[in-house]
């Protein structure tokens, strides 16, 4: 008889109201007790078992995991092809089994055991009652029920045992080959069934006139229920422009131009999008060969096709980048994939490449020193490395680059992916900015103002020498000295001490917005004197609007304090002698305007006197 594809469970098999009492009537008579496991160690039938396994290793949960593994062992052996098998159980115990074979295969094993076969060592039990928690009195007390039988009587129960399992055999062969044969009617009518059902993959049937009958995979590869799934035709589920090479497919199966067709095809999920699938379909005909349904299985393939797509989109950026980009053997050097741009610009053909490697146009590079570049990548110390070097074209002129470098590893093989940036134009920036930085430093280094930038907490960062020389202070002083510094001592123009929050760079700060012209006193506790300055000053800012520097210069203009005071008081004589002198003046014309009155007097006092006489002499 063939066996059968999925082996019947012994549980199924075996009469077990009959073994039970056949095997509790062999426990009464020799004293052995019996079991019959499965081939995964369950124990599906015992009869007279010791309390020492019973109440204890078989209740504790980590002595109860060697009884099982002890069984699996003991299980594995007869499996193995012995006639029985006697092993030491991890609990301490000897155990005894012989196969039970049904239709010639091993299904399972009858156990016998739960004995010594001498006198067992009460220590080796003592530490295990430890070890467990047993209560030692009551679990040395089983252990002096476990008997010690000999050898001989071990074999003389086996050979009984084999007996019996020939006995068991015998019972369970008659209703195992009509379970054989019930199964594979059942087997017959039902793996189409579970085949379509249960399938992973989507399956239709699909009637002649569009119309279908599908499994649960099918249905949810395209979002709907079976049943309304059902109520659709073929035609309603494919997408349009996919319609019509269906139609040529089932054409042709109905023809008979082909038995089996395997495609591509589109399918409209419920939710709208495309559900890509690989097809493959079979006209199935009744007894008059006449066309009846198509048995479809759709697999569904979106993601092996957007990987494609992504694939084709990588292939594309690949190509299609400006930068150089390389593939190289990770062990022999030689190139495997270089991208247009690269060829380009080299001005090699990829079947040149090929034969290259990448020291072959680096001329600043030897093996040695590439080697010890790469190092870190093939240690796994790094993930990228990233340096500057020369690339030589093929006619044989210079230009800069930045190699971005990895290691990858696929499978077995590894790889070094190098994307290449041509960096003349930076290089060339670089070498300008580092001209005009020299020219700069230059111009600040003579320039006749005090520079001085600080950082956002208003610490020093940067100061010219002319800064240095109007403050007093020294370039390790100034660096890093923040607005708050005690040593800072700024004079208003009436000699009054500045508040901290009108220092300049404090007013910057809190205002992010530019001072003009500020005239201040620096009292230099050095020289004991004040420098007057005017100062300017102006916020960099970021592109969220906070301060990333604060630029201050300042010029000296104490000569011009000090003139402006001369002049201050020249104007305070002048004004102080010309009062002197109107007063003087003052005084003249009030001695004056006296003298005049008196004058005036006289005048009047003569010429009433001529009147006098003039009328004096009429008289006359």
Known sequence: MEKLENKPKLIDLINFDKVNVL?????????????ILDEEGNVLSKSGWRQICTKFHRENTESAKKCTESDLMLSGKLAEGHNYHCHNCLNGLVDAAVPIIINGEFVGNLFTGQFFLEKPDREFFRKQALKYGFEEKTYLEALDEVPIVSESQVNQVMNFLLSMTEIISEMTQQS????????????????????????????????????????????????????????????????????????????????????????????????????????????????????????????????????????????????????????????????????????????????????????????????????KLVEPLRKGEKEKIVFETVHQRKDKSLYNVEVHLQLLHFDNESMFVAIILDITERKQAEKELKESEKRYRALLLNLEAGIIVHAPDTSIVMNNPRASELLGLSNEQMIGKEAIDPAWKFVNENNISLALEDYPVNKINSSKQPILNQVLGVSRPNTNDIVWLTVNGFPALNNKGNITEIVISFIDITNRKKNEEELLKHRDNLEKMVAERTKELEDKNKELDNALKVFVGREMTIKKLQERIRALGGKL
Not at 23 to 35: E, H, I, M, R, S
Not at 185 to 200: A, G
Not at 324 to 331: K, L, Q, T, V, W
Request: hydrophobic fraction near 35%.
């Open 176 to 371: 195992f080959e009509q379970k054989m044969l019930n199964d594979s009617l059942k087997e017959s009518e039902e793996k189409f069934r579970n085949i379509f059902e249960f399938s992973p993959l989507g399956k239709s049937l699909t009637g002649i006139d569009g119309s279908l009958k599908i499994n649960k995979a099918f249905s949810d590869m395209l979002g709907y229920s079976i049943e309304d799934l059902q109520l659709k035709t073929w035609q309603e589920i494919t997408y349009s422009d996919d319609i019509q090479k269906s139609s040529d497919v089932v054409q042709s199966l109905i023809d008979g131009k082909t038995n089996k067709a395997q495609f591509e095809k589109r399918y409209i999920h419920k939710n709208g999008s495309i559900i890509w699938t690989d097809v493959v379909s079979s006209l199935k005909r009744d007894k008059n060969n006449n066309p009846e349904f198509f048995l479809t299985t759709i697999q569904d393939i979106t993601e092996r096709k957007q990987s494609e797509n992504k694939i084709k989109r990588f292939s594309r950026i690949f190509e299609d980048s400006l930068n150089e980009i390389y593939i190289f053997d990770g062990e022999t050097m030689n190139f495997t994939q270089v991208n247009t741009a690269a060829q380009q610009n080299l001005g090699y053909t990829m079947e040149e490449f090929q034969k290259m490697t990448p020291l072959d146009f680096k001329p600043e590079l030897t093996s040695e020193s590439f080697a």
């Open 23 to 35: 095997l509790d009537n062999f426990n009464k008579a020799t004293g052995f007790v019996t079991a």
